[in-house]
């Protein structure tokens, strides 16, 4: 279930779309961005469906929680996690990169797309991990 608008520059259209499974971004942003059949997912963090920060949870929880908010941005998206191309991961300690990777490995599966991680010093609402990704769009979605 998605909320969206299009946008059309220079003859193409820009879709933004927000997922109804989440609360509604509480910034100046879409959750999603798909042009030319690529979706662009903003950074993904460890909220409730309420948008209630889940800093205080463990870090396994909080990634399970920011990959379960990345499928509903895919799904807004028209997607899933089959068609990623590319994720980038921040984590705040990167000595809990092996964590992030299993809990990732059994949320993905076999299928591999390119990665990055950056450890950096703090995200927002004080969370320990953040996600976004770019997905490829099939020619049956919403675009």
Do not use: K
């Amino acid at each position: 279930m998605t909320n969206s608008t299009h946008r059309t520059i220079e003859s193409s259209t820009i879709r933004l779309a927000n997922s109804t499974a989440m609360t509604a971004p509480l910034g100046h942003y879409s959750h999603v961005a798909v042009h030319n059949g690529v979706a662009h997912i903003s950074g993904q963090l460890p909220l409730h469906p309420d948008g209630t920060p889940a800093a205080d949870e463990p870090f396994d929880t909080q990634v399970r929680m920011v990959l379960r908010n990345l499928d509903n941005c895919l799904a807004a998206a028209g997607t899933d996690r089959d068609h990623l191309i590319s994720v980038t991961v921040y984590v705040t300690d990167i000595a809990q990169w092996p964590e992030f990777d299993t809990v990732y490995a059994e949320w993905l599966g076999s299928y591999r797309p390119a990665r990055a991680v950056a450890g950096v010093s703090s995200l927002h609402y004080g969370a320990a991990v953040e996600v976004q990704a770019i997905a490829a769009v099939g020619t049956g979605s919403q675009e």
